[in-house]
């Protein structure tokens, strides 16, 4: 029996011959294409619109910060982009990564000319990751303060936050000071490389 | 005369049927709306960045703090993306019994989106009488998990325990008699499938009663028919999902199309709207409140036949049992090592996605490795639903964006996350 997911990533991979650098399956069956940033928009068009992919709905939009990704191994670029799309007419997923071009200023394309959907969601990956979308008709701040500084979801901005806020009675308003208490880290991030976790979950 | 121009209005962000803390600043042309631009971000806490910080496990209750009316699904798929990357197997019980409990989450959700609904458009009664019956479910997330709203029952590997055998009673008090007692406790006597299931035995006759006042009721079809109307093409194109999306007449639910737990073996119907207006939207969650009530019956039915584990049996993701670790040396390091380090998944990355009352609320998990989520980010129905309230209230009056915001079944806990 052939695997269905073969023939979607043969499909996917000769459609996306120009734009995709990579199209994989991994173990636990999905499907993931990498899409070149500079030819990421032709690469979504035909995504969107080729009728045996048709992937119509957009269903969300994550940036990922790989700085500190295992230690700080990873060989991408630090910032990443993750589409998660869903095709109702073939009722199928596919994941789609995009790295930003850019140190100082991490870019990558505007889909919010095929989804409508992505204007917002991008709008929050920016507020978030401080990543910009070329071509985003209105691209603010969407869940953080207003006159908020800095990109939260960063790895190296401190889960404390940089300011806080407070009522101050002599000046009889609310105003805003550096962060008083320090961060504390009750449980440290450890891997484990031993054999317990080789076959965890395998067993039983 | 004087040159008419629109105006900018601010509307919320503490206005009583903005659903919390939703602030637009809408530009209007007399009483017409022009256009929206909500303002979110009023409650954004930073789930996905605490998580980042933390362990797996230890996210699981901010799941519930998201969607804070549908508490449950959200922790399933924050746990099933943990699953999925473990390969752990979940007990065909622990399945079943989180498909219940995730029904009675729907018919939690849309209860209280009914009653918000109604009263902000001007039907206070229906609200009453929906917190009666969310009292009682709330009672059953008492009963398993010991909170009524915020529970952290499901864990990686099941859920946290058993049904349990008796349900909580009322007691006599200087403010209840023996004979209101005994009232109260009257589906109490027996375990809590007893009780849930003298629920549904009464349940549709509940939701009879807020059709007859609802459905055919004049003001409150002129308040919803055609108002917030979406195309089927339109509704996929702006990312909708779950009711939003069925109200515009798509047929698609992922309990039906991607079946996720015991969802295959289940008998239900799937409702679809046709106009894809506010009266669709309504009368599609009022239904699914009916099929969640027949599937909570079916789960009690092979809940009561079928005994069995409701944890997986790995010790390296679920607690040993008190017993055990109690007198086994391995299981109390398995335990103590549970519950300070926790456990290491395996590096990759995975979406999985529940049909939440909302939509589809899913879950991007990436790991590296490590006993912490590198990456955790939550997908909310109700931010794409948002997103388009620009769209859907163009050209309509003010007070039809109140109609409009209760027909999207907005909550901020898991728009600003």
């Not at chain 1, 990704?69 to 994941?95: C, E, I, K, T």
């Not at chain 1, 992505?118 to 701040?141: T, Y």
């Not at chain 1, 009889?172 to 991030?189: A, F, G, K």
Request: charged share 25%; net charge negative; hydrophobic share 40%.
């Amino acid at each position: 029996m052939t695997d269905p997911n073969d023939s979607l990533r043969a499909l996917l991979a000769e459609k996306l011959r120009d734009a995709a650098t990579a199209v994989t399956v991994d173990r636990l069956g999905q499907i993931q294409v990498d899409l070149a940033r500079e030819r990421m928009i032709a690469g979504f068009e035909i995504i969107r619109q080729d009728s045996q992919l048709a992937y119509g709905q957009f269903i969300d939009l994550s940036g990922v910060d790989y700085a500190d990704y295992q230690d700080g191994a990873s060989a991408h670029p630090r910032f990443g982009v993750v589409y998660q799309l869903l095709s109702l007419r073939h009722n199928r997923r596919l994941r789609v990564r995009v790295f930003a071009t850019g140190e100082e200023l991490p870019t990558v394309a505007s889909v919010a000319g095929i989804w409508p959907v992505a204007n917002w969601f991008e709008r929050e990956a920016f507020d978030l990751f401080g990543i910009i979308f070329e071509g985003h008709p209105d691209l603010r701040r969407i869940l953080t303060d207003y006159g908020f500084i800095g990109h939260p979801m960063r790895k190296d901005f401190p889960l404390n936050g940089r300011v806080e806020v407070l009522y101050d009675e002599a000046q009889q308003r609310v105003r805003y000071q550096p962060v008083t208490i320090e961060n504390r880290v009750t449980v440290p991030r450890v891997v484990r490389h031993d054999h317990r976790y080789e076959h965890a979950g395998e067993e039983d | 005369m004087a040159e008419i121009r629109n105006y900018t209005m601010n509307f919320g962000p503490q206005h009583p049927s903005a659903h919390g803390v939703l602030r637009l600043v809408m530009e209007m042309d007399g009483e017409v709306i022009q256009r929206v631009d909500p303002h979110i971000g009023l409650l954004h806490r930073g789930t996905e960045k605490l998580a980042e910080s933390k362990p797996f496990n230890h996210s699981i209750g901010y799941m519930d703090r998201l969607d804070y009316v549908s508490m449950m699904c959200n922790e399933h798929a924050y746990v099933m993306a943990i699953e999925k990357l473990l390969g752990v197997e979940v007990p065909i019980r622990a399945q079943y019994i989180r498909v219940m409990f995730d029904e009675i989450t729907r018919i939690l959700n849309h209860l209280m989106w009914l009653g918000a609904h109604g009263l902000d458009i001007g039907a206070m009664t229906v609200f009453l009488y929906c917190f009666r019956e969310r009292e009682d479910l709330m009672d059953c997330y008492e009963a398993v998990s010991g909170t009524r709203m915020h529970a952290t029952y499901y864990r990686p590997g099941g859920v946290y325990r058993d049904l349990p055998t008796a349900m909580p009673k009322y007691e006599t008090s200087k403010w209840h008699n023996e004979k209101e007692v005994a009232r109260l406790n009257a589906h109490r006597e027996g375990s809590l499938l007893d009780f849930i299931e003298a629920f549904t035995d009464r349940f549709p006759g509940c939701v009879d009663d807020y059709e007859t006042l609802l459905t055919e009721n004049r003001i409150w079809k002129q308040r919803t028919v055609g108002i917030g109307v979406v195309s089927p093409e339109r509704a996929e194109a702006l990312g909708f999902t779950g009711p939003m999306l069925r109200g515009s007449g798509v047929e698609w639910d992922l309990r039906r199309k991607q079946p996720y737990e015991v969802y295959d073996e289940l008998d239900f119907q799937i409702p679809v709207g046709v106009n894809g207006d506010c009266y669709d939207r309504y009368l599609v969650r009022v239904e699914e409140m009916r099929q969640a009530n027949a599937i909570v019956r079916q789960c009690i039915r092979w809940l009561r036949d079928n005994p069995g584990p409701v944890m997986a049996d790995d010790h390296k993701v679920t607690p040993p049992s008190r017993e055990e670790m109690k007198d086994d040396m391995e299981a109390l390091i398995h335990h103590f090592k549970l519950f300070t380090e926790g456990y290491s998944v395996p590096e990759g990355e995975v979406y999985a996605a529940v049909e939440a009352p909302k939509g589809e609320f899913g879950a991007y998990l990436v790991s590296d490795g490590a006993n912490k989520p590198y990456r955790l980010k939550l997908r909310a129905p109700g931010f794409a639903h948002l997103a388009a309230l620009d769209e859907m209230s163009r050209g309509h009056m003010l007070s039809d964006m109140v109609a409009i915001i209760g027909t999207q079944d907005i909550v901020f806990g898991e728009i600003d996350r």
